[in-house]
């Protein structure tokens, strides 16, 4: 009874200051690092855990994505967000026949609690698709919560798209470009709930990215001057357009950042799916020869092996991505947890997985014993079957594979990184090549998309 008398005789200013030191954090940002009751995520955080997690920031929400076939990453995208019961997901795709058994899926699954969902089709490589499938959208839904740009179409021989650009940047970057901001709309002016979490443009990259020596806004069809194509790569072509996945994200962050739509690109791991299929077999061995010989090539060169500004530390194109990653990278949290080691359980390959290059030793020590010569005083030759062994290790599940993706469009801790980068659940901080971490190099590329699509878009 004193202490309640105390209380009460307390003037108002005491009160409020107290308060005020009750609820003081002396470390604000905190929430970056420490998990206020969430858990860190790593390299093998799933999809399905991370919606868990945020449920209630999924439930009733609007979702568009792109690329949501069966047995992809988008798939397992879309059946992880269904299990928090969001109102609508609108699937975009070239055809219903690949995400169709997505569909079957999540209403087998849910039943009358499935969400609404449409299929929209759309050829992301031609401009007049894309401007049909957004007006198709805009009369389905009201407003989008979620952008999820997760499509893409894997290295090839060089084609162009029937606007005149070439087709990996066509479909990866430019058809992405203008499906966005086409969607803009929706994404600012849709009815929303006050307690709403803001809406967010996810777009899915690769780690490839790292590799590439020059801005895609410099020779985006790889002439000589004379002829498109002369100087394609493949692989280079897919390192460009994975680049301007980075680029789009970090200057559509800064345009809305005024107007409270955070935007991310994500690097979801390297992944079994169906999309190695679609890759030439030649391709294959090239990558592979590049994964060996570890040859540095800019884009603009003549063609070669993939680009690489130092070491390669993972195998090529046999998943959602190529995942590359070139040098160790710092992330706002803790270092995160390291991939699985090999099957065959070696301390020599687990030492390889981690070290910057792939392999033991320096990167000249590396090309001598690829060449066959060695300074070391135990050699050991460089197996194929080892190096496939740490391959396989660093393989995810599509649901590992969609967890960045979902971090990126759920985890309210990233908020004031809008127009990062992540990888393995975090947001990675200076672990992009120097020329890349510039606005100009951004707001280039997007100077460059608008001259391609025909059209200017200001959302300040």
Same mark, same amino acid.
């Given at each position: 009874m004193k202490r309640l008398e105390r209380i009460r005789n307390l003037t108002p200013y005491r009160l409020m200051f107290m308060a005020a030191a009750y609820y003081y954090d002396p470390f604000p940002d905190e929430h970056l690092t420490s998990d206020y009751g969430i858990p860190q995520f790593d390299w093998a *955080?799933?999809?399905? =855990?991370?919606?868990?997690?945020?449920?209630?920031?999924?439930?009733?929400?609007? @979702?568009? !994505?792109?690329?949501?076939?069966?047995? &992809?990453?988008?798939?397992?995208?879309?059946?992880?967000?269904?299990?928090?019961?969001?109102?609508?997901?609108?699937? /975009? *795709?070239?055809?219903?026949?690949?995400v169709q058994p997505v569909i079957d899926a999540?209403?087998?699954? #849910?039943?009358?609690n499935a969400p609404t969902v449409h299929f929209v089709s759309c050829n992301l490589a031609s401009q007049s698709s894309v401007r049909q499938a957004a007006a198709n959208i805009f009369r389905l839904i009201p407003r989008i919560d979620f952008l999820i740009n997760n499509a893409a179409t894997p290295p090839g021989p060089y084609q162009e798209s029937e606007d005149g650009i070439e087709l990996q940047f066509a479909t990866n970057h430019v058809g992405h470009f203008l499906l966005t901001n086409l969607l803009t709309r929706r994404i600012l002016d849709g009815p929303r709930a006050v307690d709403s979490p803001k809406p967010r443009v996810v777009t899915v990259s690769s780690s490839a990215h790292a590799n590439c020596m020059q801005s895609p806004a410099e020779n985006y069809n790889f002439s000589?001057?004379?002829?498109?194509?002369?100087? #394609?790569?493949?692989?280079?072509?897919? /390192?460009?357009?994975?680049?301007?996945?980075?680029?789009?994200? %970090?200057? #559509?962050?800064?345009?809305?950042?005024?107007?409270?739509?955070?935007?991310? &690109? @994500?690097? +979801?791991?390297? !992944? =079994?799916?169906?999309?190695?299929?679609?890759?030439?077999?030649?391709?294959?061995?090239?990558? =592979?020869?590049?994964? !060996?010989? =570890?040859?540095?090539?800019?884009?603009?060169?003549?063609?070669?092996? !993939?680009?690489?500004?130092? &070491?390669?530390?993972?195998?090529?194109?046999?998943?959602?991505?190529?995942?590359?990653?070139?040098?160790? %990278?710092? *992330?706002?949290?803790?270092?995160?947890?390291?991939? +699985?080691?090999?099957? %065959?359980?070696?301390?020599?390959?687990?030492?390889?997985?981690? *070290?910057?290059?792939?392999?033991?030793?320096?990167s000249s020590d590396l090309q001598r014993r690829t060449s066959g010569q060695s300074t070391f005083s135990n050699p050991v030759p460089l197996a194929a079957e080892e190096a496939d062994a740490v391959q396989r290790a660093k393989r995810k599940t599509v649901d590992q594979g969609c967890g960045t993706i979902l971090v990126a469009a759920l985890d309210p801790r990233i908020e004031s990184s809008s127009g990062a980068y992540l990888e393995d659940g975090k947001v990675v901080e200076d672990g992009l090549v120097s020329w890349m971490d510039r606005d100009e190099e951004a707001e280039r590329l997007w100077q460059l998309s608008e001259t391609l699509v025909g059209e200017k878009f200001s959302w300040n």
């Amino acid at each position: 009874m004193k202490r309640l008398e105390r209380i009460r005789n307390l003037t108002p200013y005491r009160l409020m200051f107290m308060a005020a030191a009750y609820y003081y954090d002396p470390f604000p940002d905190e929430h970056l690092t420490s998990d206020y009751g969430i858990p860190q995520f790593d390299w093998a *955080s799933t999809g399905s =855990e991370v919606v868990d997690i945020f449920r209630d920031r999924v439930r009733n929400r609007i @979702v568009v !994505i792109t690329g949501p076939a069966s047995g &992809s990453i988008g798939g397992a995208t879309v059946t992880s967000l269904a299990s928090a019961f969001p109102s609508t997901v609108v699937l /975009v *795709s070239r055809s219903l026949s690949s995400v169709q058994p997505v569909i079957d899926a999540i209403r087998f699954r #849910y039943h009358e609690n499935a969400p609404t969902v449409h299929f929209v089709s759309c050829n992301l490589a031609s401009q007049s698709s894309v401007r049909q499938a957004a007006a198709n959208i805009f009369r389905l839904i009201p407003r989008i919560d979620f952008l999820i740009n997760n499509a893409a179409t894997p290295p090839g021989p060089y084609q162009e798209s029937e606007d005149g650009i070439e087709l990996q940047f066509a479909t990866n970057h430019v058809g992405h470009f203008l499906l966005t901001n086409l969607l803009t709309r929706r994404i600012l002016d849709g009815p929303r709930a006050v307690d709403s979490p803001k809406p967010r443009v996810v777009t899915v990259s690769s780690s490839a990215h790292a590799n590439c020596m020059q801005s895609p806004a410099e020779n985006y069809n790889f002439s000589d001057g004379i002829m498109n194509g002369a100087l #394609y790569d493949p692989r280079n072509a897919y /390192v460009q357009s994975k680049a301007a996945n980075v680029l789009f994200a %970090r200057a #559509y962050a800064q345009k809305l950042a005024q107007r409270d739509v955070l935007s991310f &690109s @994500v690097h +979801p791991g390297s !992944i =079994e799916t169906g999309l190695q299929d679609r890759v030439p077999s030649t391709i294959m061995e090239q990558a =592979e020869d590049a994964y !060996i010989s =570890e040859t540095p090539v800019s884009i603009s060169s003549s063609p070669g092996p !993939i680009a690489t500004r130092s &070491s390669v530390s993972s195998g090529p194109a046999r998943g959602s991505s190529i995942s590359v990653p070139p040098r160790s %990278r710092s *992330s706002v949290s803790s270092t995160p947890t390291s991939a +699985p080691s090999s099957r %065959r359980g070696s301390e020599q390959i687990r030492q390889r997985q981690t *070290s910057g290059t792939g392999f033991s030793g320096s990167s000249s020590d590396l090309q001598r014993r690829t060449s066959g010569q060695s300074t070391f005083s135990n050699p050991v030759p460089l197996a194929a079957e080892e190096a496939d062994a740490v391959q396989r290790a660093k393989r995810k599940t599509v649901d590992q594979g969609c967890g960045t993706i979902l971090v990126a469009a759920l985890d309210p801790r990233i908020e004031s990184s809008s127009g990062a980068y992540l990888e393995d659940g975090k947001v990675v901080e200076d672990g992009l090549v120097s020329w890349m971490d510039r606005d100009e190099e951004a707001e280039r590329l997007w100077q460059l998309s608008e001259t391609l699509v025909g059209e200017k878009f200001s959302w300040n």
